[in-house]
């Protein structure tokens, strides 16, 4: 926070030599006030002084669970909001999150299940003799 106390300080005696500035001759001073360098200068402290402050809050330990008992207080609408999402697009005959996944499972279950026979098969054809030569016709 010390970061923001000087930059917040900084934007102080800028507004304060600005007023000054106005005091003395405001025609003059005017011109300054809204020329691009006075307003960059502004514009710079000020979105600096926010970022500062903003990354101290999102920071502190208690923002966090701030944050959860807000996102925990909308999980009624978020199903609400799921179900009812679910529910158009099933009428419209589109996959919905839970197929999608359920198909995600299966393909899993099928991959798993063919790599698992590609590896019975070698292990089974390394391990298989070789036949044997078959005898010639008996001679006659």
Not at 9 to 23: K, P, S
Not at 74 to 94: G, H, I, V, Y
Not at 102 to 118: G, K, V
């Amino acid at each position: 926070m010390k970061k923001t106390a000087e930059t917040m300080q900084e934007m102080v005696h800028l507004w304060v030599d600005t007023m000054q500035a106005m005091a003395r001759n405001p025609l003059e001073a005017m011109g300054k006030a809204w020329s691009a360098e006075t307003y960059s200068r502004w514009y710079d402290l000020h979105s600096r002084m926010t970022s500062e402050i903003l990354e101290g809050i999102l920071r502190t330990p208690g923002f966090a669970a701030q944050s959860w008992e807000m996102v925990k207080g909308t999980s009624p609408f978020r199903k609400f909001s799921r179900e009812m999402m679910e529910t158009a697009m099933k009428t419209m005959e589109l996959p919905t999150g839970k197929d999608i996944n359920e198909l995600h499972e299966r393909l899993d279950s099928l991959e798993d299940r063919i790599e698992s026979m590609e590896k019975e098969f070698k292990a089974g054809k390394a391990t298989a003799k070789k036949p044997a030569a078959k005898k010639s016709a008996a001679k006659k």
